[in-house]
């Protein structure tokens, strides 16, 4: 599976920058987060698109059936029907951006970039 970068929507996204919440090739990575010193101690994560081992983790609600959907607004991964429960209450939180989860997984390097 191919992640594109957020930035030049060509290449394939390599890392994953959580300061600003964006996929980027590594020509890309490598601009912006060269314009100044505060840019540069954004924490990037290096994506991989190739693990067969991938698990897909617990929905952060329920903590028992696996999490599809990331709502970016409650910073929650959510199973189907906690989705459901949670985003069909009113017309404010039924506008949340939420993502299907694709099976690309961070790679845990434990170190800063």
């Not at 693990?51 to 189907?80: H, N, V, W, Y």
């Amino acid at each position: 599976m191919r992640i594109q970068c957020n930035l030049c929507e060509a290449a394939e996204a390599k890392v994953l920058c959580c300061a600003d919440e964006a996929a980027l090739c590594l020509a890309c990575d490598q601009k912006v987060h060269a314009a100044n010193k505060l840019v540069r101690e954004h924490q990037r994560l290096p994506l991989s698109s190739s693990s067969s081992s991938f698990q897909m983790p617990k929905c952060d609600i329920c903590q028992e059936t696996c999490g599809f959907f990331f709502c970016l607004e409650d910073r929650a991964l959510l199973c189907r029907k906690c989705d459901v429960a949670i985003h069909t209450v009113n017309s404010l939180v039924s506008r949340h951006q939420r993502y299907l989860l694709t099976g690309v997984e961070l790679l845990d390097i434990g170190t800063k970039n």
